[in-house]
């Protein structure tokens, strides 16, 4: 087993004659919790886009635990362990908490992953999905439609069911965007909490976030790694600064 869970090299993803990520090298350590930060345009998105397989690299090879999934899809990363989540919550509404946390369990035991199920069939793993919508917080929400719950109590149940498939690597989307104070507090210490054992890749906008729980920041700018480091040599290196202060807050 390897120091690094996630390493690409080269990373490239040209859209015609624009080059939206250039020659990115980034190397993600086991356990840690890896920001992807930079300014609105640096490429942030492509790049994760790259890393989840939602996108095909140009160029460059993306390994994961030694193995290369450069062309591997975002189906085949997930069974692998790689699990995304996104930056609009992406739950079945009509289904309840626990439902849609059985469900997640379902697909990771290798049964039937289909909407014709018998309920009988996903009741099996009722006792421990209500053991993962406990540990979000919201086991008291479990027969809500996922539709009534509140935005953060959504991205909340996202992940819960994203722990249910017990990926080794998550990977956040903006996973606080659209949240109020408390939302972004309560979403923070899941986060935290959630890396215990795993190791999380988030693109996140909200630099307080990122220096409260994130162990490695690598900046993108243009496309291209501007500094990489722990959260306090990269807010004072002057180069991500002037990107800030050029381009705007991502």
């Not at 790259?50 to 990363?77: E, M, N, V, Y």
């Not at 290798?110 to 979000?136: C, M």
Request: charged share 20%; proline share 2%; with cysteine.
């Amino acid at each position: 087993m390897t120091a690094n869970v996630l390493e690409i090299e080269g990373l490239t993803k040209r859209f015609g004659d624009f080059v939206a990520v250039g020659g990115v090298d980034l190397a993600i350590r086991r356990g840690s919790i890896h920001a992807l930060i930079g300014p609105n345009g640096a490429g942030k998105t492509t790049c994760f886009n790259l890393l989840t397989k939602f996108l095909t690299p140009t160029s460059g090879t993306i390994r994961f635990d030694g193995r290369d999934i450069t062309r591997s899809g975002p189906a085949s990363i997930a069974r692998m362990g790689l699990v995304r989540s996104f930056q609009i919550s992406a739950v079945f509404n009509a289904m309840t908490a626990l439902e849609n946390v059985m469900l997640a369990l379902q697909r990771k035991r290798g049964e039937s992953y289909d909407f014709w199920t018998r309920r009988s069939v996903l009741a099996r793993n009722r006792g421990e999905a209500a053991e993962h919508l406990d540990s979000v917080g919201i086991a008291h929400l479990a027969d809500l439609p996922a539709g009534a719950l509140s935005y953060g109590h959504r991205r909340a149940l996202e992940i819960a069911t994203t722990l249910a498939l017990d990926p080794a690597v998550i990977l956040l989307d903006e996973p606080t965007a659209g949240m109020g104070a408390e939302d972004v507090g309560r979403i923070t210490r899941l986060i935290h909490d959630a890396a215990r054992g795993r190791t999380v890749v988030m693109v996140e906008h909200n630099l307080g976030i990122v220096s409260e729980i994130c162990d490695d920041v690598t900046v993108l700018s243009r496309g291209q790694i501007l500094a990489r480091g722990d959260y306090a040599s990269v807010a004072v290196d002057e180069r991500v600064v002037e990107a800030y202060l050029g381009g705007g807050h991502a």
